[in-house]
């Protein structure tokens, strides 16, 4: 049974940063991708950042240059670094890992051919 175990979330005011961890087990198939979603209430979810078995990492346009991710193979574990964070960023965050449909990670949910998602944790930025 895949388990993803997101950590990390929590309560900051805007600039302040925190750090996500997402840990995968049992996950005996192909997996080439890891990734970072969020879903702020009432709208859809989005990607936000990936990277694949080989460290390729794609960002969307609006954390770029303010998140990082970075993954430990070792430990089957994906890590969102959120620096100056703003409002905008409140979300529940939802990892994913699973099999791109091709060749690459991309920040859409549907470019997968399998996937699992985590639980999700809450980031909340205040003003």
């Known amino acids: 049974q895949v388990q993803l175990r997101e950590s990390g979330g929590g309560s900051v005011q805007a600039g302040g940063s925190l750090r996500l961890s997402c840990a995968v087990s049992g996950y005996t198939g192909n997996r080439n991708c890891m990734g970072w979603f969020r879903q702020a209430p009432g709208k859809e979810r989005e990607g936000v950042a990936s990277i694949s078995s080989r460290g390729i990492r794609v960002y969307a346009d609006s954390v770029k240059g303010r998140f990082t991710i970075s993954q430990d193979n070792a430990k089957n574990t994906v890590y969102l670094q959120m620096n100056s964070l703003k409002p905008e960023d409140t979300a529940m965050y939802y990892c994913?890992?699973?099999?791109?449909?091709?060749?690459?990670?991309?920040?859409?949910?549907?470019?997968?051919?399998?996937?699992?998602w985590g639980q999700g944790t809450q980031v909340t930025v205040s003003s």
């Open positions: 994913l890992a699973g099999q791109g449909k091709f060749g690459g990670c991309g920040l859409l949910s549907s470019s997968y051919a399998t996937k699992y």
